[in-house]
């Protein structure tokens, strides 16, 4: 279901991915899918402290209904890493994926259904964020969101929680990070290793580096070296992979 005439086209189709780059999608999800039942026991640490038995023990109730908000980059995989440990926890999810890549979610939720599931536990509900995103975020009946995106949205979760029931907030957001490189650094292997997360997926990816930061010494050979890694036929990615990344509407085409 996941790979093959499945899922997986529909993934590649809806993002502009190439196959390569959506089997990151693919294989991340059967990882969660076999994971999420491993998450449901905890342990209870002795309380036991000055000579006398205590009685300590965990019970992990569901929190009830989880909203869970998914950008475009990664539509399946992101939908995934919320559904799955959230309904292995006994919750209910209502998915609202973004906009631009929703046709995967529904393809996830209607496999849901026709695997067995039952009505309501799994909604996948598509809208703008402004609209379908904030009734989410904003809805008592709601008792935690799961979100990835930008920064200044995220913010925007954490005010609609404190605005209506203070429904416990998880966010992923966005930004990214410099590469440090040393003196002693060796350039035939560190090269490779900065300009990687630079191009992969043309960038839009929440790992992409937005910078080198070199000793001053180091700087003109370390771009030099980038240069010449991310250029020529011999270049040591498949740039047709990196840089076709995901163009699901204009806007995201640099």
Not at 6 to 28: F, H, N, Y
Not at 31 to 37: I, M, S
Not at 62 to 81: F, K, Q, R
Not at 190 to 215: D, H, I, N, Q, W
Request: proline share 5%.
């Amino acid at each position: 279901v996941i790979g093959g005439d499945g899922i997986g086209p529909e993934v590649v189709a809806e993002g502009l991915k190439v196959l390569g780059a959506s089997g990151v999608d693919l294989r991340t999800t059967e990882y969660d899918l076999g994971a999420a039942r491993w998450h449901r026991t905890g342990e209870t640490l002795p309380v036991s402290f000055d000579g006398r038995e205590y009685h300590a023990y965990t019970r992990r109730d569901p929190v009830g209904v989880v909203g869970a908000i998914t950008p475009w980059n990664y539509p399946l995989m992101m939908a995934v890493w919320k559904i799955a440990p959230a309904l292995a926890a006994g919750n209910s999810v209502v998915l609202k994926p973004a906009e631009d890549t929703s046709l995967s979610a529904l393809l996830l939720g209607r496999l849901f259904l026709e695997a067995g599931g039952p009505d309501g536990v799994l909604n996948v509900v598509p809208g703008r964020g402004a609209v379908a995103g904030q009734a989410l975020a904003r809805s008592m009946h709601v008792e935690k969101i799961a979100f990835t995106g930008s920064t200044a949205i995220g913010r925007q979760m954490y005010r609609y929680a404190a605005d209506t029931n203070l429904k416990a907030v998880s966010a992923e957001l966005g930004g990214k990070s410099p590469t440090l490189l040393f003196a002693d650094a060796d350039l035939d292997k560190a090269a490779p290793g900065a300009a990687y997360p630079s191009v992969f997926l043309a960038g839009r990816c929440l790992m992409s580096k937005g910078e080198e930061v070199t000793g001053e010494q180091l700087g003109e050979i370390v771009r030099t070296e980038l240069r010449e890694k991310l250029s020529g036929e011999n270049a040591p990615y498949n740039l047709v992979f990196t840089t076709n990344g995901i163009a699901c509407t204009s806007a995201t085409i640099i």
